[in-house]
């Protein structure tokens, strides 16, 4: 008998198809893999930012805090070494000759430059002075890097300015206020040196609270004869009085600096009465005395 049949296999084409096809789920897998870590990277970055941003002033639980409310002013760009890049050394290093923070007597001595002496006041008490660490680098880091390795310096080493003051120009001298810092996406470039890309890639800024509140005191008409407002300046109390007319029943202060703030009501009839006041940036707050 003759026994016949066929033997099943895959052709030349058939295998090609095939390894194509695997070839193309790979790279497909791969690059979607890529997007993932990429966009990771980009909201850490963002995180980054955001931190920083609390870290020089937050207030989303309703009570201020953090280097601007302590300190009284924004952090200064500085360095530790001459020659070194700026950075925001202030949110991890207590700035030098800066006291840790503690309430401090408004004696003329703690009064601050440029604060008239006759807000002067040795039972009043205000928190002032250093209270950080705002923020902490990684272990055994000195310099703040952002997730793809950079330096959050000014500049770095791709010569990006990163801290800006709050004109929005690039801070290159030590002592000037930082009031916004910035990464530069994966590619560490400028949008404007690129063609446009991912979103993963875009720059990215965030801006810190600069912006001063106000007050508007109410009182019985009559009663009051100035209003005393204190904050601190470093490790240093500042402060300055606004004079109530005759028969006034409100007074504003402006351009107060945002925290947690104190206020006095100096009365007509010698007597005063200090309130607590949480200021935030560029709003106005009210009180009753």
Same mark, same amino acid.
């Given at each position: 008998m003759k026994r016949s049949g066929t033997t099943a296999g895959f052709t030349l084409i058939e295998l090609t198809l095939v390894l194509f096809v695997l070839a193309l789920v790979a790279h497909l897998g791969m690059r979607e893999l890529s997007g993932v870590r990429a966009r990771k990277l980009r909201d850490a970055a963002d995180r980054q930012l955001e931190s920083l941003a609390a870290a020089v002033y937050d207030d989303s639980d309703g009570v201020p805090r953090g280097f601007l409310s302590d300190m009284g002013r924004l952090p200064f760009a500085s360095r530790s070494v001459a020659g070194d890049p700026l950075d925001l050394r202030e949110l991890w290093e207590k700035? %030098? *000759?800066? *006291? /840790?923070?503690?309430? &401090? =007597? %408004?004696?003329?001595?703690?009064?601050?430059?440029g604060a008239p002496s006759a807000i002067a006041d040795p039972t009043l008490f205000v928190p002032?002075?250093?209270g950080g660490p705002y923020l902490r680098l990684p272990q055994s880091a000195s310099r703040l890097r952002d997730p793809w390795g950079n330096p959050f310096e000014n500049p770095d080493t791709a010569g990006l300015a990163r801290l800006l003051d709050a004109s929005g120009d690039a801070i290159s001298a030590t002592n000037v206020p930082v009031a916004a810092i910035r990464h530069f996406g994966a590619d560490a470039a400028r949008d404007a040196? &690129? +063609? =446009?890309? *991912?979103? /993963?890639?875009?720059? +990215?800024? &965030?801006?810190?609270?600069?912006?001063?509140?106000?007050?508007?005191?109410t009182f019985e008409a009559g009663t009051v004869s100035r209003i005393v407002w204190y904050a601190p300046l470093g490790d240093k109390i500042t @402060? @300055? /009085?606004?004079?109530?007319?005759?028969?006034?029943?409100? %007074?504003?202060?402006?351009?107060?600096? =945002? @925290?947690? &703030?104190?206020?006095k009501a100096v009365r007509t009839d010698g007597s005063s009465r200090v309130l607590q006041v949480s200021l935030r940036p560029g709003r106005d707050a009210a009180v009753e005395f």
């Open positions: 700035p %030098a *000759g800066v *006291g /840790e923070l503690r309430a &401090r =007597p %408004a004696t003329v001595a703690n009064l601050a430059p002032c002075g250093w040196d &690129r +063609a =446009p890309a *991912g979103f /993963e890639q875009a720059d +990215a800024l &965030r801006a810190f609270p600069t912006n001063a509140a106000g007050v508007l005191a @402060g @300055g /009085e606004v004079p109530v007319d005759a028969g006034r029943s409100q %007074a504003l202060l402006a351009d107060l600096p =945002p @925290g947690v &703030r104190f206020l």
